[in-house]
């Protein structure tokens, strides 16, 4: 079993940044890989990040790419996603997920575990 409690959501007007945070306990968090994933009303949840266990590998969304930074901190069990030069477009309740492994996916359904997500507002 894997907790994740998400935070660091909030309001922002467009061109600012936020920084998620993503705790996790349970099940050894240096073995498994982690994703960001988000949901905009009335849209499918979709891939953001991923991250492989040891932080060697990243995977991005295009639309996000260039603007947000995945990375991970094993000794505090914690995964962040650092957002910048945030869009309206980029409105949406975040969720990070775990997945039992060590190779990031983009795939959802690949991911076993998931947060309650953050919600993240950006004003134009």
């Known amino acids: 079993q894997v907790q994740l409690v998400e935070s660091g959501g909030g309001l922002v007007q467009a061109g600012g940044s936020l920084r998620l945070s993503c705790a996790a306990s349970?099940?050894?968090?240096?073995?498994?890989?982690m994703g960001w994933f988000r949901q905009a009303p009335g849209k499918e949840r979709e891939f953001v990040a991923a991250?492989?266990?040891?932080?060697?590998?990243?995977y991005y969304a295009d639309s996000v790419k260039g603007r947000f930074t995945i990375s991970r901190d094993n000794a505090k069990n914690t995964v962040y996603l650092q957002m910048n030069s945030l869009k309206p477009e980029d409105t949406a309740v975040y969720y990070c997920?775990?997945?039992?492994?060590?190779?990031?996916?983009?795939?959802?359904?690949?991911?076993?575990?998931w947060g309650q997500g953050t919600q993240v507002t950006v004003s134009s």
């Open positions: 991250i492989s266990w040891s932080g060697g590998r990243t």
């Open positions: 997920a775990a997945r039992v492994s060590p190779l990031a996916t983009l795939i959802l359904n690949e991911y076993r575990y």
């Open positions: 349970g099940r050894t968090f240096s073995s498994v890989a």
